[in-house]
């Protein structure tokens, strides 16, 4: 099983509406956790972290975490066809004392429709 | 401009020919950290850095070696490039740990023949 799982899409969703983007995650134990967007040829830029149970809105964009599913998901209101990106989501694993260990998905790819 | 400065931005060589990829930021973190990129498989730590000085291996350090001796560069070495290495390295900074922001240089596309 993968440490950090993502729906590879592509997801299409059309312009003006909600795009859900979803994560599922092995460490039971993890305490961080982000979303990245990533344009086609360019490097990833945070969009969202988030670090307790619950919502965590900022602007259209909203982070869920259920850490009891250990699921964290993105929420994407009134889409516009510049969110049309990869997005990444990326854990802190908490087994690493260090505090060193970050984990990336795949990342889901996503495609907003005129 | 606070940034992460990679070079070069594309590089192609041949196998066994030693090549050093550039990593340099300048808002004096702490953190810096490479990663490759491979089609299905995401991003994939190689080598991070906790300070000057502190470095250790990520998911995937094989055939890579790194050093820091200064704060702001964290080159990646390649001292005998094999095909399966060719990939897209991005390398990355954070003022301290991983709980914060991670700053992603622009990225490099390594193609070894």
């Known amino acids: 099983q993968k440490e950090v799982e993502q729906n590879s899409g592509p997801l299409s969703v059309p312009e003006g509406a909600i795009a859900s983007l979803n994560c599922t995650y092995s460490d039971r134990v993890s305490q961080s956790f982000f979303w990245y967007r990533q344009y086609s040829g360019k490097s990833p830029e945070l969009i969202m972290s988030?670090?307790?149970?619950g919502d965590k809105e900022d602007g259209r964009f909203t982070a869920q975490l259920n850490k009891a599913s250990q699921y964290v998901s993105l929420l994407i209101r009134d889409s516009q066809p510049s969110d049309s990106a990869t997005y990444l989501c990326?854990?802190?694993?908490?087994?690493?004392?260090?505090?060193?260990?970050?984990?990336f998905g795949s990342g889901t790819r996503l495609s907003i429709r005129p | 401009e606070a940034q992460v400065t990679q070079n070069p931005r594309y590089l192609i060589t041949v196998t066994g020919k030693k090549l050093t990829v550039t990593c340099s930021q300048n808002?004096?973190?702490?953190?810096m950290s490479w990663y490759r990129q491979d089609p299905g498989l995401g991003l994939r730590q190689i080598y991070y850095?906790?300070?000057?000085?502190?470095?250790d291996k990520g998911d995937v350090p094989e055939g890579y070696k790194v050093s820091r001796k200064e704060k702001r560069n964290f080159p990646l070495i390649l001292e005998s490039p094999s095909p399966n290495q060719t990939s897209l390295y991005f390398c990355a900074s954070s003022p301290r740990g991983l709980g914060e922001k991670l700053f992603f240089g622009s990225g490099t596309q390594l193609s070894v023949l």
């Open positions: 990326a854990v802190r694993l908490a087994m690493y004392s260090s505090a060193s260990k970050i984990i």
């Open positions: 850095s906790m300070n000057v000085e502190v470095t």
């Open positions: 808002m004096n973190h702490e953190y």
């Open positions: 988030i670090y307790s149970n």
